[in-house]
C-alpha cells in the first residue's frame, strides 16, 4: 500500500466508487450526478493551499480510494477518506488514515485534524470508534456551518502528539485509553474514574518528576497493589516483566495509560529530561508491599 498524488488514469476507479450505492450511500453529496470529467476535474486541482487530496494504491499502484486533508487553516485540517468497495475489510482505510495524519503533522506541521460522521453510518463510527479516535464536545463554527445543513452528526479529532495506533497490552498489562475529550486548537481534557475505568478503587495519586534524561527509576515490584501508570508530560520508556515475559513500552501520550493488576518488576527510563509519571493506586502506601530484590522477585513469580 501507498499514498500518492492523484493521477488521471484513477478516474474511471473513482468515478466507479461515486456510482456505488454500498459506498455512498451514507455519505454527503451527490455522487450519483459524477461525470468522468468531474472525476479528471477533481484530480487537476488535487493539491492546493486549502486542500489536500491524495490516492491510496496498492502494491501494483491500482488505485483504490481517496483520503484529503480539506479546509486547512489555523494549524487544523478536515479528514476526509472514501474507498472502494473493493478495498473494504483489506486494511486500506486504516493505512490512508494513518499516512494522512502523519503527512498533516510530520509535513505540514499542523496541530490538530478533525472530521464528522453521520452516526447513522455504523460502518464507519465502528471503525473510528475501533481505533480507540476521541469524540468532540467543542467542535469548531466553521466546521458546524459548513455541516449546518446535516444533524446527528459525530465528531472526531487527533491532536499532534496523540498516540493513535495503541498496543493492547504490554507483558499482559493491560493498555487503556483514557477518556479524553479534545477541543480543536486548544487542547484535552483526560479523565479516569476508580471502578468505573479502572477494575479497582483509587487511594492514592502521586508522581514523578524534575528527573533528568537518561534516568532509569522503578526496580521494584508490589505483592498485591494495582496500579494505572500514564504519562501527563514527556516521553518515558516502561519496562515490564512477570509471568508472561519482559516487554517494553513508551509512555508519550497523555490519554494512554497501563495497568498493572499482578505482581510484575517495573523500571521506567526517562527519554526526555522533565517528563512526569503519573500512578493511581488501590492502596495506601505500605512499606511491606514492596519487593525490591530482583531475585525474590523472581521466585514470587515462579511459585
Known amino acids: 500500500m501507498e499514498l500518492r498524488t492523484l493521477e488521471r488514469k484513477d478516474a474511471p476507479l473513482m468515478l466507479a466508487w461515486m456510482h456505488d450505492e454500498s459506498v455512498v450511500g451514507k455519505l454527503r453529496g451527490n455522487f450519483a450526478s459524477k461525470t468522468i470529467e468531474d472525476c479528471q476535474a477533481f484530480i487537476d486541482s488535487s493539491i492546493s493551499d486549502t486542500n489536500k487530496h491524495y490516492a491510496i494504491v496498492s502494491d501494483t499502484d491500482e488505485y483504490m480510494g481517496t483520503v484529503s486533508l ?13 474507498v472502494r468497495a473493493e478495498a473494504m475489510g483489506h486494511g486500506y ?3 490512508g488514515m494513518k499516512a494522512i495524519i502523519e ?37 469548531p463554527a466553521k466546521a458546524l456551518e459548513r455541516y449546518k445543513e446535516m444533524d446527528d452528526l459525530k465528531w472526531y479529532s487527533v491532536l499532534k502528539g496523540d498516540e493513535f495506533n495503541i498496543r493492547e497490552s504490554v507483558a499482559g498489562c493491560k493498555v487503556i485509553r483514557i477518556k479524553t475529550i479534545p477541543t ?9 474514574e476508580g471502578s468505573h475505568d479502572v477494575d479497582f478503587d483509587i487511594k492514592r495519586i502521586y508522581y514523578i518528576s524534575k528527573v533528568p534524561e537518561g534516568v532509569r527509576r ?23 516483566e512477570n509471568q508472561n515475559g519482559r516487554e517494553e513500552i513508551e ?19 526517562w527519554l526526555q529530561k522533565d517528563s512526569v509519571l503519573c ?25
Not at 113 to 134: G, I, L, P, Q, T
Request: hydrophobic share 40%; net charge negative; aromatic share 16%.
Open 103 to 139: 503527512k498533516a503533522f510530520d509535513e505540514l506541521g499542523l496541530e490538530s485534524v478533525y472530521w464528522c460522521v453521520s452516526r447513522k453510518n455504523e460502518r464507519a463510527v465502528r471503525f473510528y470508534d475501533k481505533h480507540n479516535f476521541h469524540e468532540i464536545v467543542d467542535v
Open 251 to 269: 509512555l508519550s501520550d497523555p490519554s494512554i495509560g497501563v495497568v498493572i493488576e499482578e505482581c510484575t518488576w517495573r523500571e521506567m527510563l
Open 218 to 240: 522503578g526496580f521494584h515490584a508490589h505483592k498485591e497493589l494495582k496500579q494505572l501508570l500514564f504519562c501527563p508530560y514527556g516521553r518515558i520508556q516502561l519496562t515490564l
Open 93 to 95: 482505510s486504516w493505512f
Open 70 to 82: 480539506k479546509n486547512i487553516e489555523d494549524g487544523s485540517a478536515e479528514f476526509a477518506i472514501t
Open 279 to 303: 500512578v493511581a493506586a488501590s492502596d495506601y502506601y505500605k512499606v511491606e508491599d514492596y519487593i525490591r530484590d530482583y531475585d525474590e522477585f523472581k521466585r514470587c513469580i515462579q511459585k
Open 184 to 192: 480543536v486548537n486548544a487542547g484535552e481534557l483526560s479523565f479516569f
